[in-house]
């Protein structure tokens, strides 16, 4: 049984779910046959890219034909997605997909011109097959498995349901969130917006969580010491952020010019507050960096 699985869903582009694994090259060229028969989309591997030629069914017979490829892995099999069938301008573009997953449908069945057949596929229809399926369901406050596909300075390109989505780094976590924090291919649960970014949807992975506060809020009584990091800072208030994610919210005094964001304090609590979901504190002192 071959090591590297495909993976059978429309969540996303990339996403690793409902794993398929092959017994043999025989299992494999029969799943192929079946699931060109039923248009399936399927999560594979890109391994690489070379130059293929096959031959094109036309009106008037069979037509040779020579392109660039990606290379995927097909369980033991090497599958190929011509430049002309991959949704990318140039082949330029082939190597930024190098030992990704990506979403593709079983194509064409080809002889090729070598010792072994050439099993093309699909990302253009597999990209459209999921479109097509999950565009009325991608609504405000539903909640989905996206795969990041982009890295930016404000936050993250995910693809959700075949479509590219924007969340933004205030929406990644409950906690203070760097920017590269998540990575290339990582799956993350997201929850659909009511906002746009132009015609991007915005998703949010921090509504898609449990509230830290209230999963910890019992841990801090009224009086009690803590480390927390400041993570906002706005006119006389500021928010700070504790190890577990609770956000502590605090009245800035004569230490006003030496905090930022990012700084670290040592707070008192004060008091709840479960309307805002945040505990309230006064701070003590400002603090050195914590040695991880």
Do not use: C
């Not at 030496?258 to 400002?286: A, F, P, Q, S, Y």
């Amino acid at each position: 049984m071959d090591g590297i699985p495909v993976y059978l869903n429309i969540t996303a582009e990339g996403a690793r779910i409902n794993p398929q694994q092959f017994d043999s090259d025989e299992h494999a060229l029969m799943m192929f046959m079946s699931w060109r028969s039923n248009d399936t989309v399927v999560q594979a591997l890109v391994t690489g890219s070379e130059r293929i030629k096959y031959y094109l069914n036309k009106a008037d017979g069979q037509e040779w034909h020579e392109e660039e490829s990606l290379m995927i892995r097909f369980g033991p099999l090497i599958g190929h997605v011509p430049l002309s069938e991959s949704g990318l301008p140039s082949a330029d573009r082939f190597t930024r997909y190098y030992n990704r997953y990506i979403a593709v449908m079983p194509d064409r069945f080809n002889p090729g011109t070598g010792e072994r057949p050439i099993l093309l596929f699909s990302r253009q229809r597999a990209q459209e097959a999921m479109q097509n399926a999950n565009v009325s369901k991608i609504t405000p406050g539903t909640t989905w498995t996206g795969v990041i596909y982009r890295r930016l300075p404000r936050g993250y390109m995910v693809n959700v349901g075949g479509f590219p989505t924007w969340l933004p780094l205030s929406l990644v976590d409950f906690n203070v969130v760097k920017p590269r924090e998540l990575q290339i291919g990582e799956m993350v649960t997201v929850k659909v917006t009511d906002q746009r970014s132009g015609n991007t949807i915005v998703v949010s992975r921090k509504d898609a969580m449990e509230n830290p506060y209230d999963l910890h809020k019992g841990k801090y009584v009224r009086g009690g010491n803590v480390l927390a990091q400041v993570r906002v800072l706005r006119g006389p208030n500021g928010y700070a952020v504790l190890h577990d994610g609770v956000n502590v919210r605090f009245r800035r005094g004569g230490e006003r010019e030496m905090l930022r964001t990012g700084t670290w304090i040592n707070l008192r609590i004060t008091g709840h507050n479960d309307e805002e979901k945040v505990l309230v504190g006064t701070v003590l002192d400002v603090v050195p960096e914590p040695v991880a």
